[in-house]
Structure formats: structure tokens, C-alpha cells
């Protein structure tokens, strides 16, 4: 049997580099070999990039190794799909998509057009809450620059980059003094032009994931959602989503109900219809007294072996394994 040439890309300039390399690994590890050869493109936070051929771990090439990335690039057509493990801003926002797109090179995943949309929190939640039967906190969109010297603490709020993942950036306040941490924070890591959402605190919430697959013919398989309870943290940030115990993870959720359970399953669906988006995605809830409040959708979810979708797919009898031959024959 002939095995098919496939490249897994990661890295990427991206504040979501390290959590691109994880998803990687799992990636290499859960490939079928006996159907696929494997192929590493790996791109540094300098935007440099190699691909070769993998063998049993992920290796990171040294710098003298890398070349440019738009002449590397050109090799991923000798590629049959290349499957994209990237995150965050350039891999996730639609400029690598778009990059693919115009070199006709296939690659798995949303489009440069959804995957722009949905990386822009504000502007997509708009999009859902006209289209779709579901809630949306409060949100308004500043400049960094404007909120420091204008916005003063009157309630509880959450404080979030418009453009990130991963829950990178992300404070939850509850006084000025915090305010004013986050703000000094925020523009120490990504400058005074960042694009900031504010939405109010929505306390004593469950907080929900849900992911749906869809065919290449647009058939679409709904997934279980994933009942999220942080242990590390406060809320779902950055550590309890990557380290071990960081939080308990539930499928199908079990501080809700089936009927809200299918609901947001459905709420899934309509949501990666809406947007535009292909092969799978991810969309995040809160619920509070049973209202289900909608904060982002992701077009590359984590790939690790403790991320959502895959625990999702897994609860729907889908294996990682199984989930990679999805992606790979449906694109």
C-alpha cells in the first residue's frame, strides 16, 4: 500500500507557539503510520521555516537549519494534505491561510476569510447574536491607548485582547487596582494599539465547549459538549487549560441538563454555518440559569491529548487517530 505524504504544520511567530508544538506532537503521535508518512513543517517565532521527515518525537531545527519561509513553502505541494497544528495570530487569524490559499497548497481547517472573522471576537459575536437564538454578554471594543486614560472601575469585568487565543491576555477585575495591573500588563506584552473587548463578570457560571465535524459533502456531525471546572485559576486561562490538573473536564456535561446539553450542540452547528467555517470548529458558552451566553468560536482548537475537541470526539466515539483520517480525507 502506497502511504500518503502528509506534513503536520506548527510553531509559528504566535504567542501560542508552545501550545502549537503540543498539539504537534500529539498530532505525530496519533498518525496512522501504516496509511501516512509523515512530515514536519516547522516554522520558528522569527518566522523561518523547515520541513522534514518526522521519526517518533518532534524535532525543533536549530536556526542555522531554517530557511525563508515563502522558499520552503513552495515544497508543502509535494505534500497530499498538510494539516495544520498552528494557534493564535499568523496561523490561526487567516494570513497563513491565505498564504495556502493563493499557492494553491491544501491544507486542513477553516478558510483565510472565517478564519480572520472568528479570530475577531467583537466582530463575529455581533454576526452570532444577529443571526443566531443565543445571548451575548455585553461587549465593547477600545483602543488600549483610549481605555487608560479614560476607563475607570465601576463593576466587575472581564478584560481581554480582541485578536488572541488561548485565553493569553486575559483578566478578570475586581477594583482598580486590578484595572490597572491589567492595563499595565496588557501594553508591556502587546502595546499601546491593541484592540480590547470589556464585558461584564457573569458570576456562579458553568462554563461549556462544543465542536462539530462537517464532510466534505457538508454533512455535519454534531459533538457532545465538554463541561469545564478551572482548579488552577479562577476562570478557564491559560494554566488550567495546559497543565496537568489544571482543571476537571466533563463529556457530556453534568451540572446541566440533556435538553441544554443538545441545545448548545446544536448551537455549535449553526454558529460554524454562520461563520463560514469548514472541516471543524470549537465554540465557547457560559450558562447562568440556564441562558446560554456565547463568547468565541475557534477555527484551530488545540490538537493536544488533553484538549477539548478531541475529548469531545473521543466521548463521540471518534479517536484522535480517527479524528486526524477525518481531517485529512475531508479537506
Request: charged share 25%; glycine share 6%.
Amino acid at each position: 500500500m502506497n502511504k500518503r505524504r502528509i506534513s503536520i504544520v506548527c510553531g509559528g511567530p504566535s504567542s501560542e507557539y508552545e501550545v502549537s508544538l503540543n498539539s504537534a506532537r500529539s498530532m505525530l503521535r496519533h498518525l496512522n503510520r501504516e496509511k501516512y508518512t509523515p512530515y514536519i513543517f516547522y516554522i520558528s517565532l522569527s518566522g523561518k521555516a523547515l520541513l522534514y521527515k518526522a521519526k517518533e518525537a518532534l524535532y525543533i531545527p536549530k536556526e542555522k537549519e531554517l530557511h525563508n519561509l515563502f522558499d520552503e513553502l513552495r515544497k508543502l505541494k509535494n505534500m497530499e494534505m498538510n494539516l495544520l497544528a498552528l494557534h493564535g495570530e499568523f496561523g490561526e487569524d487567516g494570513t497563513f491561510q491565505s498564504i495556502l490559499e493563493f499557492l494553491r497548497i491544501p491544507f486542513t481547517g477553516c478558510r483565510s476569510i472565517s478564519s480572520a472573522l472568528c479570530m475577531d471576537k467583537y466582530r463575529s459575536g455581533v454576526i452570532v447574536e444577529k443571526k443566531i437564538d443565543v445571548k451575548l454578554p455585553k461587549t465593547d471594543l477600545f483602543k488600549l491607548k483610549d481605555l487608560i486614560s479614560n476607563y475607570k472601575y465601576t463593576k466587575q469585568v472581564c478584560i481581554k485582547p480582541n485578536y488572541k487565543g488561548s485565553s493569553i491576555g486575559v483578566f478578570i477585575v475586581h477594583n482598580q487596582k486590578e484595572l490597572d495591573s491589567a492595563f499595565r500588563k496588557l501594553q508591556k506584552t502587546f502595546g499601546l494599539n491593541l484592540d480590547v473587548i470589556i464585558q461584564p463578570l457573569i458570576k456562579n457560571d458553568i462554563e461549556v465547549s462544543c465542536g462539530c465535524l462537517e464532510k466534505k459533502n457538508g454533512e455535519i456531525i454534531n459533538l457532545p459538549p465538554i463541561e469545564i471546572i478551572p482548579q488552577s485559576s479562577p476562570f478557564f486561562d491559560y494554566k488550567a487549560k495546559y497543565l496537568k490538573g489544571g482543571s476537571i473536564e466533563i463529556t457530556p456535561p453534568q451540572n446541566i441538563s440533556k435538553r441544554l446539553a443538545n441545545k448548545i450542540s446544536q448551537l455549535a452547528v449553526d454558529i460554524h454555518k454562520i461563520l463560514g467555517c469548514t472541516l471543524y470548529s470549537r465554540s465557547d458558552f457560559l450558562i447562568k440559569n440556564n441562558d446560554i451566553y456565547y463568547l468565541e468560536t475557534n477555527t484551530l482548537p488545540g490538537m493536544t491529548d488533553t484538549s477539548l475537541l478531541p475529548q469531545e470526539a473521543n466521548a463521540a466515539g471518534i479517536s484522535f487517530t480517527e479524528l486526524l483520517d477525518f481531517f485529512i480525507e475531508n479537506s
